[in-house]
């Protein structure tokens, strides 16, 4: 006898395929771009109709924001990202610097999703406030333990310098996007925590 | 850009379409803003200026062609703040705390610039060109002035002037970001400060609030 209820099994099998959905999204955007990367495409990858996922996603704005989020839950599978290490955190930020310029279409996605989303109005003007407020006190938790070990440089303010990361890592994306010959992300990322740190980064 | 040679011809008066011209920009910067990009619309740009709609049209045919005019004119007014291109390195870098002291007073301007230079990363963007080229500017006349910070002795140990200049940019483009989603979490101006103060032994001030 099986206790699962109706309701409970759907509800499964349609986070499950918001899940499919959502991969195969991350796929046809950073492979194409989030522009060109068209809701019929990620359908057709999925074996869906058009029509069926919008059921799970009303618009491609809801979609692409959904992206991003699952696109971060993918990162924290990778990587630990545990503030009490302050210098393994640094690390594996650099090496996320890495995997996003294997991915142009989501990096793109990302910066100008980021920028529209900065007006109070916008869908997912909540979900970047609380990522960049998370991600702000994430990396300062880092520096301060980094600073409790005295391995920051002199001068370095753990406070301002989480908030210029995070500035410098967007920043170097719209710049690699403009010009991807011209910026190596995750190297200038380095020596910028190499200069914060007393240590061999 | 917009050519606006037969339009000169048709009037036969070049003064008069400068003149609407230079008041259909201000117009349209006051618009966006306030409006920002989307939500700016060309109809009350026109309303501003007295105009009709197709009489705006006349100047700028597009929306997308008066932005660009828009982003110029907004590039004349920083580069009134902070010549980069000119020798004297200390007075360059002051002036970028300085500018971004100016923004934090602008900040529909800043929405503009920040959402449009982010969809313009797109070779198909209309403003493309505009923004490749601006980036480029910039940040080899920011490479020049660490340059001369670098033979003044003004540099930190280690600290490369191609380098500093691409973080630079990349720090002040990524803290309009964080300044817009909530602008009561930073202050540009002195995050940008603390920042070039890793870069450089200069004394750095505090960014004028309102440099006019």
């Known amino acids: 006898m099986t206790e699962t209820p109706v309701v409970r099994g759907s509800y499964a099998k349609s986070s499950h395929t918001r899940t499919m959905i959502l991969d195969a999204a991350l796929n046809v955007f950073a492979q194409n771009g989030y522009r060109k990367g068209s809701l019929k495409s990620v359908a057709d990858a999925v074996g869906m109709s058009e029509a069926g996922l919008l059921h799970h996603f009303p618009s491609k704005g809801a979609l692409l924001a959904a992206v991003l989020e699952r696109r971060d839950a993918h990162a924290r599978e990778r990587f630990s990202f545990d503030p009490a290490d302050g210098l393994q955190l640094l690390r594996e930020f650099a090496e996320l610097a890495d995997y996003n310029a294997s991915t142009p279409g989501v990096v793109e996605l990302f910066c100008a999703l980021s920028a529209e989303a900065t007006a109070p109005g916008h869908p997912a003007h909540a979900y970047f406030l609380t990522r960049y407020t998370d991600t702000v006190a994430l990396v300062r938790l880092a520096l301060e333990e980094l600073d409790q070990r005295g391995l920051l440089a002199p001068g370095i303010e753990p406070a301002n310098a989480a908030r210029v990361i995070i500035a410098l890592m967007d920043g170097l994306q719209i710049q690699w996007l403009m010009d991807r010959d011209s910026v190596d992300m995750a190297r200038e990322v380095r020596e910028h925590f190499d200069s914060l740190v007393t240590v061999e980064f | ?212």
Not at chain 2, 16 to 33: G, H, M, Y
Not at chain 2, 149 to 172: C, F, K, N, Q, W
Not at chain 2, 175 to 184: A, E, H, M, Y
């Open chain 2, 1 to 212: 850009m917009v050519d606006t040679t037969s339009e000169k011809s048709r009037r036969g008066s070049y003064a008069k379409s400068k003149n609407t011209r230079a008041s259909i920009l201000d117009a349209a910067l006051a618009v966006f803003a306030e409006a920002g990009y989307h939500k700016g619309s060309i109809r009350e740009v026109a309303k501003r200026v007295g105009m009709s709609e197709p009489g705006l049209l006349h100047h700028f045919p597009s929306k997308s062609g008066l932005l660009e005019a828009v982003l110029t004119l907004r590039d004349d007014k920083s580069y009134a703040l902070v010549p980069l291109d000119g020798d004297d390195g200390a007075a360059s870098i002051n002036g970028l705390i300085d500018l971004a002291a100016h923004n934090a007073s602008i900040p529909g301007v800043v929405e503009l610039f920040c959402i449009l230079s982010a969809e313009a990363t797109s070779t198909e963007h209309p403003a493309h060109e505009y923004f490749a080229n601006r980036y480029r500017w910039t940040r080899e006349n920011l490479r020049r002035t660490f340059e001369l910070l670098e033979s003044s002795g003004d540099l930190r140990p280690g600290v490369r002037p191609d380098r500093a200049a691409l973080s630079t940019i990349a720090v002040m483009d990524g803290l309009q970001v964080q300044w817009l989603l909530d602008r009561s979490s930073l202050d540009m101006a002195a995050e940008l400060r603390a920042f070039l103060s890793t870069l450089t032994t200069l004394p750095l001030g505090t960014g004028r609030p309102e440099t006019r």
